[in-house]
């Protein structure tokens, strides 16, 4: 079948890791599945994978992609929860110390047809297109967690969300305006942040302006480049909510600021099947729908991550089979 998978490791150059051409069929488990996938979307994962980054050299070549909406065996629309726990393991998935996405240890979803566990699938709604709802697994997710079960905010809130034109925060913007925060961005490109508004954020700002006024809570993604700003934009015992560090991961700590203003630091990773079925249920009440940048054949994935490498991307890339 064709797959788009990773055949080696390039940390300075991931787009020449990567291959688009023939991998062997996934194979079912017991208590596993084959999906026939209809579209599946690309994160930045996909490119720390080229570069080697959670992706030993003894696993490849690794099939690409975390993200998939398709039909399984029995002929459900389903989306494909990514996050794969341990067999006995009960709960919240993303707290498994033994958990992986899918293409860190099991092959992923940019391909014609992905092996899953039958417990990650989650019914697709009707309303919303393979497209759109292949963009929900990881995105959507890991924003809808750091928003609505890590940042402790209310509607009324004032939210900062850096970084306004990557994945996860254009999906955050679109869930925050949907609860009823007042949702301000950054961006390093001021095009980006127009569209960031027409997507529902109040105002946007360049990276490290200075805001108006202190703000509720930090949506962060972007990592050092963003940091200070994100510490320096909080109200005392405000939260800054981390699940990203796209431009590096060794700012200042700013210690004396987190303690002395009484800051939360939060982490936050992916979320769970049943947050992902409440994600999916939330898109089909209220009629939100991820921002969807291009859709591409699957064989012309490279143009999706040559875009992506390039900072090229506002929302989300879709490649369909
Ligand atoms: N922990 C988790 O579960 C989880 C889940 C999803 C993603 N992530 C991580 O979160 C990050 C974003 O993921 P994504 O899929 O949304 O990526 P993406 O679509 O490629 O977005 C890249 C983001 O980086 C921003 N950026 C700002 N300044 C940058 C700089 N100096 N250098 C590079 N990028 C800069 C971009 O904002 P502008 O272009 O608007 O400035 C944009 O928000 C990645 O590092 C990813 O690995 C983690």
């Known amino acids: ?51 080697g980054i959670g992706l030993p050299e003894d696993r490849l070549p690794m099939i690409l992609g975390c993200d998939a909406a398709g039909v399984d065996g029995d002929g459900n629309e389903v989306i494909v929860h990514s996050v794969i726990a341990s067999d006995d393991w009960r ?17 992923g979803t940019l391909a014609e047809r992905v092996a899953v566990p039958r417990r990650n699938l989650v019914p697709k709604p009707a309303a919303l297109s393979f497209e759109e709802a292949s963009c929900l697994p990881t995105a959507w997710l890991t924003a809808y967690r750091m928003l609505f079960v890590k940042a402790g905010v209310q509607p009324g ?12 925060a254009s999906a955050a913007i679109v869930l925050a305006r949907q609860a009823g925060l007042r949702v301000w961005v950054t961006s390093r490109d001021a095009a980006k942040g127009e569209k960031a508004v027409e997507l529902g954020a109040h105002e946007a700002f360049e990276s490290g302006a ?58 936050s990773t992916m979320g769970t099947r049943e947050e992902l079925a409440r994600l999916a249920r939330l898109c089909e009440a209220s009629g939100i729908r991820p921002s969807i940048d291009r859709v591409l054949p699957l064989s012309e994935a490279r143009d999706g991550f040559a875009a992506m490498d390039a900072g090229d991307v506002f929302g989300k890339i879709v490649f369909t089979p």
């Open 91 to 107: 709960g919240d998935e993303t707290l498994d110390p033994k958990r992986t996405l899918l293409s860190e240890k099991h092959q």
């Open 157 to 168: 809130d004032t939210v900062l969300i850096q970084g306004a034109g990557g994945g996860v």
């Open 1 to 51: 079948m064709l797959a788009v998978y990773a055949a080696a490791a390039n940390a300075d150059d991931p787009l020449a890791a990567l291959e688009v051409g023939e991998r062997p069929e996934p194979d079912a488990s017991d208590g596993w599945t084959v999906v026939e996938v209809r579209a599946a979307s690309l994160n930045h994962h996909d490119l720390w994978s080229l570069r």
């Open 210 to 267: 200075k805001l108006p006024e202190r703000v509720d809570a930090v949506l962060e993604t972007v990592g050092e480049a963003t940091w200070k700003h994100s510490l320096r934009a909080l109200r005392p015992g405000g939260t800054l909510v981390v699940s990203g560090a796209t431009s590096g991961q060794a700012p200042s700590a700013e210690l004396q600021r987190v303690f002395f203003l009484q800051l939360n630091v939060l982490g």
